[in-house]
């Protein structure tokens, strides 16, 4: 009796050089399911690529050299959130909804779940985001408007690449911060 299984294809993967490094990405049946710093998990795939994946991959790569161009400020390509655990992927599509060029704390994207007593869980979701850039998690800092850390590609330098590339309102809480410390 013959199988019936269809055997699984590998993701598509591929680089993409930006100021703070290479960022490799990774696009599955369901969507871009990475895009990271991080090889090892980039580098998990084998075997043959399905074409929906490779379609999916160039369209991200393409989106990706536009918004590091300034030529793009939203992502169009489906994002696959499945790797997280309910809690993570809902705050995970709450990041999708921070404007380009804006910040907004951890506390305040707790009480945007509904979740306002949960800074430091949403904290941990943000930082084990998959799909740095795709899903900003760069665009959330610290109490107080402090930038906070970032586990993104670069540290803490690469966040600041991002918000300075989206002329983000970021800098000038921290401009008006230090004048009126003076």
């Not at 290479?22 to 990271?36: L, R």
């Amino acid at each position: 009796m013959a199988s019936s299984k269809r055997k699984e294809k590998s993701p598509a993967i591929a680089t993409v050089k930006t100021p703070f490094g290479t960022v490799f990405i990774v696009a599955g049946p369901k969507g871009v399911c990475m895009a990271s710093g991080n090889t090892a998990k980039a580098l998990k795939g084998k075997g043959p690529c399905d074409p929906e994946n490779t379609k999916t991959l160039a369209r991200t790569v393409k989106e990706l050299q536009e918004y590091l161009q300034g030529k793009r400020k939203d992502f169009t390509v489906t994002v696959d959130l499945s790797s997280g655990t309910p809690f993570q992927q809902k705050v995970w599509r709450e990041l999708r909804k921070i404007p380009y060029g804006h910040v907004i704390t951890y506390g305040e994207l707790a009480k945007s779940i509904g979740k306002p007593g949960a800074a430091r869980a949403v904290g941990q979701a943000v930082g084990s985001n998959p799909n740095g850039i795709i899903v900003p998690c760069h665009r959330v800092v610290a109490s107080g408007k402090r930038i906070g850390g970032w586990s993104g590609d670069g540290g803490i330098a690469g966040k600041i690449t991002l918000l300075m590339l989206e002329g983000s309102d970021f800098f000038e809480i921290e401009k008006n911060k230090r004048t009126k410390k003076k």
